[in-house]
C-alpha cells in the first residue's frame, strides 16, 4: 500500500450491555446513539478535508456493537464517508457484530452497501464462561449467528478470548472443535489481558473469580497453535489466523504502520506521521465537533526515530516481521543501523535480526516483555 492509500476506522461505542473484561469505550444508554452519529458525520466532513486526494483502501466499522445501531443510520453514516472520501478502490469494509443483535435484514443491508467482511465476537464456546463474564448471548445463539452470516458471507472472522475464568482443557477444545465444524476464514484468538481497570479485575483483585494459572496457558497456546496450523490456518500476527488471501487488510494497516483515520469517540489515527487517539468522553466529543474542534486526547507528529520506533512496535507483531530494507527506504539507513543495534544489545535472545526483524519463539511467548521493553530504548 502507497501512502496516498488509507484505511478508515468508524467506532460505534454502544452496547446493549458491558462485558466484565472489557474495556473499550462504549455506552449502554442507547437514546445517545442519533446525537452521537450526527457528531460523527460532522467529524467525517471536517478531516476528510485534508484527505480529498487519498484512495481509502479499507472500512473498518467496531466498537461497542456497530450490529445494534439501525440500519438506516449504519447507511446514514456509511453515505456520509462514500460523499466525503474517494472510495472506488475500497478492498475490505468490515462491521463487528455480536451474536445477539444480527439478522438476515441487517446481513443483507450490510452485503447491500459493500460490506464483505463480517467479524462477530464469540469469545468462548462455554456457556458457563460466557455466563461468568458477563456476555449475553449463548453457545447456541453464536453457532446460530455464524450459520446466518456464512449464508451472506464467505470472509468471515470469529473473536476468541483465551483465559478466561472458568477456561480448561475441555472448553478450549471445544472452542477448536467448533472452528473445524465451521472454517470461519479468519479467526482472531486474544490472549486474556486483565491490566486494564474493569469490573473482572476488580473480582479478580478482591479473590471473587480466579484465573488459570499461566503454565496452563502456555502449554494451550502451543495447542491451539498446532491444532490451526493443521487445519491450514496462516498464523501470519500474534493473535490472528487466516485461511489463504483472507489476512485482514485493515489489520494490516496497522501493524505496518502505514496511515489510517480513526473517527469517532476513542479512535486513534495516523496519518502522515501525525499519531492521535480522540477523546473518550461522549460530551467532550460531542462539544468539541460541534465548535469545529478536532476532539483528540492525545496527538503527536512523530519525529522519524518515533515513527521507526513504532514501525518496529507494531511490525513485531507480524509473523514475517518488518524487512530491514523496507525500514532503510522509510526511515534511511544510519537511523535504521543504530536503532537495530540497539535492539540486538537489549532484546537478542527475543528477536531475529536478519534480512527481517521479527519475534523469536522466545520473544513470541514472552510478546509482552518485549513490547514494554521497546519503549525504553533511546539513542
Ligand atoms: C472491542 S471488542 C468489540 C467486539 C464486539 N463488541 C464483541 O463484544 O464481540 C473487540 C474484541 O476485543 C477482544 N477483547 C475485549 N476485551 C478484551 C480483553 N480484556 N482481553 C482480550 N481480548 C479482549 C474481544 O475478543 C472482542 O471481540
Ligand atoms: S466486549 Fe464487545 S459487547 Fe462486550 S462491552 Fe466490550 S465492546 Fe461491548
Same mark, same amino acid.
Given at each position: ?5 488509507? &484505511?478508515?476506522?468508524?467506532?460505534? %461505542? ?5 462485558? /466484565?473484561?472489557?474495556? @473499550? ?23 476528510? +478535508? ?10 473498518? !466499522? ?18 456520509? /464517508? ?5 472510495? *472506488? ?9 455480536? %451474536?445477539?443483535?444480527? *439478522?438476515?435484514?441487517?446481513?443483507? !443491508? ?42 451472506? !458471507?464467505? *470472509? ?5 478470548? #483465551? ?12 472452542? #477448536? ?34 484465573? %488459570? ?15 490451526? $496450523? ?5 498464523? @501470519? ?50 462539544? /468539541? ?5 478536532? %476532539? ?35 526511515? &534511511?539507513? +544510519? ?15 527475543? #528477536? ?6 521479527? /519475534?523469536? +519463539?522466545? &520473544? ?6 518485549? !513490547?514494554?521493553?521497546?519503549? $525504553?530504548?533511546? #539513542?
Amino acid at each position: 500500500m502507497n501512502c496516498k492509500e488509507l &484505511g478508515i476506522y468508524v467506532h460505534f %461505542p454502544f452496547c446493549k450491555k458491558r462485558c /466484565l473484561y472489557c474495556d @473499550y469505550t462504549s455506552f449502554t444508554d442507547l437514546n445517545l446513539i442519533e446525537v452521537y452519529l450526527n457528531a460523527l458525520k460532522k467529524e467525517i466532513i471536517l478531516k476528510s +478535508k485534508k484527505l480529498k486526494n487519498r484512495k481509502v483502501k479499507t472500512i473498518y !466499522f467496531g466498537g461497542g456493537t456497530p450490529s445494534i445501531i439501525k440500519t438506516n443510520l449504519i447507511e446514514n453514516i456509511f453515505l456520509t /464517508l462514500k460523499n466525503n472520501f474517494d472510495i *472506488n478502490s475500497l478492498e475490505e469494509f468490515t462491521i463487528e457484530v455480536n %451474536p445477539d443483535s444480527i *439478522n438476515k435484514e441487517k446481513l443483507s !443491508f450490510y452485503k447491500d452497501i459493500g460490506i464483505n467482511r463480517i467479524s462477530i465476537g464469540f469469545q468462548s464456546t462455554s456457556n458457563n464462561i460466557l455466563k461468568t463474564v458477563g456476555r449475553i448471548h449463548n453457545y447456541d445463539e453464536g453457532i446460530h449467528a455464524f450459520k446466518l452470516t456464512k449464508k451472506y !458471507f464467505d *470472509n468471515i472472522n470469529v473473536d476468541f478470548i #483465551l483465559g478466561l475464568p472458568g477456561e480448561t482443557t475441555s472448553t478450549i477444545r471445544e472452542n #477448536l472443535h467448533f472452528i473445524q465444524n465451521s472454517q470461519p476464514s479468519h479467526v482472531s484468538y486474544y490472549l486474556f489481558d486483565a491490566s486494564h481497570k474493569t469490573p473482572l479485575k476488580s473480582l479478580l483483585d478482591n479473590g471473587k473469580m480466579v484465573l %488459570p494459572d499461566d503454565d496452563f496457558l502456555a502449554d494451550q497456546l502451543d495447542l491451539i497453535y498446532d491444532f490451526l $496450523d493443521n487445519l491450514n490456518y496462516k498464523h @501470519y500476527e500474534i493473535s490472528s489466523w487466516a485461511l489463504l488471501n483472507k489476512e485482514s487488510k485493515h489489520n494490516k494497516l496497522y501493524w505496518n504502520n502505514l496511515d489510517y483515520l480513526g473517527l469517532g469517540v476513542s479512535a486513534g489515527g495516523h496519518i502522515d506521521h501525525f499519531r492521535y487517539v480522540n477523546t473518550s468522553s461522549l460530551n467532550k466529543y460531542i462539544k /468539541l465537533i460541534d465548535q469545529g474542534i478536532f %476532539p483528540y486526547e492525545y496527538k503527536n507528529k512523530n519525529d522519524q526515530f518515533q515513527e521507526l520506533l513504532e514501525t518496529l512496535f507494531m511490525g513485531l507483531r507480524l509473523f514475517k516481521g518488518i524487512s530491514y530494507d523496507s525500514l532503510v527506504d522509510r526511515f &534511511g539507513k +544510519k537511523l535504521t543501523d543504530e536503532v537495530v543495534q540497539s535492539l540486538k544489545i537489549n532484546l537478542k535472545s527475543y #528477536l531475529c535480526i536478519d534480512d527481517c526483524i521479527k /519475534l523469536s +519463539k522466545k &520473544g513470541l511467548d514472552y510478546s509482552r516483555y518485549v !513490547f514494554e521493553k521497546m519503549l $525504553d530504548i533511546h #539513542l
